[in-house]
């Protein structure tokens, strides 16, 4: 089948969407609403395809789209959402999802009562690197997982684009919310196991760009699974050095660190890593992110009539369950069990 594409939102993700979107398959975007006016010959010259442009949502989801892609600001997501489903659209959400837990189930119960598809932009889940982890822990060569870390390393200040907005509570959230929760559903993709209880702490750079920020820029979280395995998550968004997504897991038969393995099962006894060939999460620029893939997933699974595999709205919702557990734990300093949320 082929899809029409309306996104919601013009800034600096939507056209990484756009782009992404037209490389697929069976999708091409036809349609772009936004609060500025926009020019539809210039927008439709930037993308490749002939778009037409809104300032009014409700006119272009009466129009002939089947899918959104929402890219709007993150306080904007519930109620763009909540139309879009129960205008019959199918639904790509960028993160996060929202900026609380009651809109999160808000959300995914307005996906359900309108009976569409939805995924949210965890499209590291699609990166070469942890394609490749979930394939090396399905074999068994690091053998049963016990011990994670996945974390992530960004400065967000002035010279990147989300920082205009992503100071501020309203918009940001908090660390993991504005950008952290990438390397916690990379954890949670990886461990394979329920969250229990998270401990989290928070503290902040005290350099005059990062205090602009309404919330706690660096937060490290530790997490319980339900088989008895710990987990660490660490948040970084106050840093000045390279992008770098950390990630160390360890098992009963070997140990992964980023795009490296060692392993018993191939009998590595002389203390060396081997290095995978694989493409790495190390760019926070959406043009680098592999939204193309999980794109074409998602457009496979609407023709299969399926919820997609890896990043669907029910997935996903579970990791943003553990991002609020994670930030409740640092706001009132104690352990936070996951049943709190429900």
């Known amino acids: 089948m082929s899809y029409k594409v309306g996104i919601i939102g013009y800034g600096w993700a939507a056209t990484a969407h756009a782009d992404a979107v037209n490389g697929t398959r069976q999708g091409t975007v036809t349609a772009v609403f936004s609060s ?20 009014d949502l409700d006119e272009m989801l009466a129009s002939d789209i089947d899918v959104v892609s929402i890219t709007s600001y993150p306080n904007q997501h519930r109620a763009q959402a909540e139309a879009a489903a129960k205008a019959g659209k199918h ?40 394609l490749t982890t979930s394939k090396l822990i399905e074999e068994g060569l690091i ?5 994670g870390e996945v974390d992530y390393y960004h400065g967000i200040g002035p010279w990147y684009g989300q920082y205009r907005w992503n100071t501020t509570v309203e918009n940001g959230g908090s660390s993991l919310l504005s950008a952290g929760c990438h390397a916690l559903d990379a954890l949670l993709l990886c461990m ?26 660096t937060t ?11 987990g660490k998550v660490a948040s970084v968004i106050d840093c000045f050095q390279p992008y770098y997504f950390h990630t160390h897991l360890v098992g009963s038969e ?18 060396k890593w081997a290095e995978l060939p694989m493409a ?20 496979d699974s609407i023709d299969k009539g399926e919820d997609m595999p ?33």
Not at 114 to 121: E, P, T, Y
Not at 281 to 299: C, I, L, N, R
Not at 316 to 331: H, I
Request: glycine share 6%; with cysteine; hydrophobic share 35%.
């Open 254 to 271: 070997g140990s992964l660190l980023d795009n490296k393995i060692y392993s018993n099962r191939f009998g590595l006894r002389d203390k």
């Open 143 to 147: 053998g049963e997982v016990h011990y």
């Open 280 to 299: 790495m999460a190390d760019s926070g620029d959406v043009a680098d992110h592999p939204y193309q893939a999980q794109f074409q997933s998602f457009f």
């Open 310 to 342: 890896r990043t669907s709205m029910k997935e996903s919702l579970e990791s943003f369950r553990v991002v609020f557990a994670c930030d409740k734990s640092a706001r009132e300093g104690r352990p936070v069990k996951l049943s709190e949320f429900v």
């Open 36 to 55: 500025r006016p926009l020019n539809d010959a210039e927008v439709s010259a930037r993308h490749g395809s002939p778009i037409k442009t809104y300032t």
């Open 192 to 217: 394979g196991s329920k969250v229990e209880e998270v401990t989290s702490y928070a503290t902040q750079s005290k350099h005059e760009i990062f205090q602009k920020y309404e919330f706690k820029t």
């Open 91 to 130: 639904i790509i959400l960028e993160k996060p999802m929202a900026l609380n837990w009651e809109d999160c189930r808000a959300i995914n119960d307005a996906v359900e009562a309108a009976g569409v598809k939805a995924c949210v932009c965890f499209e590291v889940r699609h990166i070469s690197q942890f």
């Open 220 to 230: 490290s979280s530790l997490l319980k699974f339900a088989n008895g395995a710990v």
